[in-house]
Structure formats: C-alpha cells, structure tokens
Antibody, heavy 117, light 108 residues
Framework: EVQLVESGGGLVQPGGSLRLSCAAS????????MSWVRQAPGKGLEWVSAMFDGGSTKYADSVKGRFTISRHSSKNTLFLEMNSLRAEDTAVYYCARLSSSYAFDIWGQGTLVTVSS | SYVLTQPPSVSVAPGQTARISCGGN??????VHWYHQKPGQAPLLVVY???DRPSGIPERFSGSNSGNTATLTISRVEAGDEADYFC???????????FGGGTKLTVL
C-alpha cells in the first residue's frame, strides 16, 4: 500500500527549531518528486518546499533560508528541517508526493507544529 | 504573482449539480488539479490535469478548464461530498505550486 506517515511535530518557542519526518511505503522517495504543504488553523493550503528525484530543491518565499528539505534514501524518508520558527509557521504540515504533472497525488495524515511562547 | 480565486462557499441540494470555479489569468494554459478535504482529514486529489480522475474517484466528479476559469463539477451531489475544495496549479514563472483559497461545499 502506498502511504506517507509524518512525525516530529510539536510545540516550539519562537526562534526555535524542529525537524519533521515523512516515512514512505509502497514507493521509493528518491525516485519521485516529493513536497511539503502546510495548513494554518482554519486556513487554506500553502506549498512549502519540494525535492526532485535528482536532488534539486525549491522553497516558498516565506520559508526560504529558514527551512531545508532533505531525504534519506535507505530509510525511504523525507525530512523538513525548520529553523528560526515564527508564530506564523504554526500549521499542520503535510508530506505529499508530486505526480509528473505536478499534482499532489499522495498525502500523509499531517503533523501539527505550534510555535508559541 | 499568479493568483487563483475561488468562491468561499457553494451550496447545493442533494441530487443536484455543484459547480466550483477557480479563476486565474489564462488559466487554460495551465494544468489544474482539484482536491477535497473533509474536517480533520488530509486533502485528497479528485481531479488532475483539468479533467482526469484518479483511481477510486467516482465519475460524478469532472473538471474543465477554459479561458480564465477552471471548473470542478460534481453531479448527483451526496451528503458525503460536503467538504472544502481546493484548486491548484504549478506556476512556471515563479516555479512555485499555488492553491486557490478553497471553497466550502454545503449540501443542503
């Protein structure tokens, strides 16, 4: 079964750091385009970052320079390293697989990140 | 930057047809994808590449894309279709993925 399972969310103080993980099953992370999408409480969806099979990465302007997307091939896992966190980064963070036409075709269940003092 | 505009809400009676629009400048030149999201759940892809359906999505869900508007059409609406619906494109000029603001579908 194709599945994504996120972990690592929690409560963190402003300026702090957090690392999210996304474990994949049923397909190979390093052979696919992968992404992170977030949703602030009661708000819409916002693309955060993407990583291509070749290893190139892209970031939304709102997180560029603070967040880093990476992967561990042998663990078949995608990561999102988040630094200098702000209150506005509070959201449910979803890991998602990107199709060849750039649709998010598989989603994880999400992990909640709360940035608050 | 490119903007996708959706109506905040659409209401429809059971058995009727719901149409949810997604406006964008020359959106017909882009591939539009649609998701629905029920409370407390992750989004689910229901239409991709303007009009194609992933495996397991009922034929009642269809899409179109012309001019400045893409449309998700849900025929014979059921109570279980009540959800938030989001359109999405990839914008080549910014090299970013963009979502519309979302439309809450209410089944009366």
């Amino acid at each position: 079964e194709v599945q994504l399972v996120e972990s690592g969310g929690g409560l963190v103080q402003p300026g702090g750091s957090l690392r999210l993980s996304c474990a994949a099953s049923g397909f190979i992370v390093s052979s696919n385009y992968m992404s992170w999408v977030r949703q602030a409480p009661g708000k819409g969806l916002e693309w955060v970052s993407a990583m291509f099979d070749g290893g190139s990465t892209k970031y939304a302007d709102s997180v560029k320079g603070r967040f880093t997307i990476s992967r561990h091939s042998s663990k078949n896992t995608l990561f999102l390293e988040m630094n200098s966190l702000r209150a506005e980064d509070t959201a449910v963070y979803y890991c998602a697989r990107l199709s060849s036409s750039y649709a998010f075709d598989i989603w994880g269940q999400g992990t909640l990140v709360t940035v608050s003092s | 930057s490119y903007v996708l505009t959706q109506p905040p809400s659409v209401s429809v009676a059971p058995g009727q047809t719901a149409r949810i629009s997604c406006g964008g400048n020359n959106i017909a030149t882009k591939s539009v994808h649609w998701y629905h999201q029920k409370p407390g759940q992750a989004p689910l892809l229901v239409v991709y590449d303007d009009r194609d359906r992933p495996s397991g999505i009922p034929e009642r869900f269809s899409g179109s894309n012309s001019g400045n508007t893409a449309t998700l059409t849900i025929s014979r609406v059921e109570a279980g279709d009540e959800a938030d619906y989001f359109c999405q494109v990839w914008d080549s000029s910014s090299d970013h993925w963009l979502f519309g603001g979302g439309t809450k579908l209410t089944v009366l």
